[in-house]
């Protein structure tokens, strides 16, 4: 089970439909994440749509 509460922004998440966003802002509640999804729209993530915190691409 993920801890959303440490999710922080610029983490990226792998979501349940195979797609990856980045974080923008963790709400804070343990349920939802504002992220930048694929298409550069921002939109609130569901805590049950997140499978996994991806590492960050090295720059």
Known sequence: MLNLLAIEPG???RLRDGSTAEV???IGDGIW???R???GEEDLVFCE???A???APQS
């Open 49 to 51: 749509d997140v499978a």
């Open 11 to 13: 983490q990226l998440v």
């Open 24 to 26: 923008v802002e963790n």
């Open 37 to 39: 999804l694929a298409d």
């Open 53 to 55: 915190v991806e590492d």
């Open 33 to 35: 994440l504002k992220a």
